[in-house]
């Protein structure tokens, strides 16, 4: 699911309300060893922040870049 504009960011110290998405793509890689596959999504905090999350689309769960 993608991180909706409104939706909370909670992790370390960027905690805020998401306020717009900027940009997103996917990268599928690593096929030779072990297999990447995640969604990336570069979002900007209600407080003005930048950060970049991405979805595991393999194991599940969302991360800070």
Known sequence: RAPREHRRVRGSER?????AIRETWRIDDEWWRRPISRLYYEVVLE???ILTLYLDLLEGGWWEQ
């Open 15 to 19: 905690t805020g309300k998401v306020a």
């Open 47 to 49: 407080n003005g922040r």
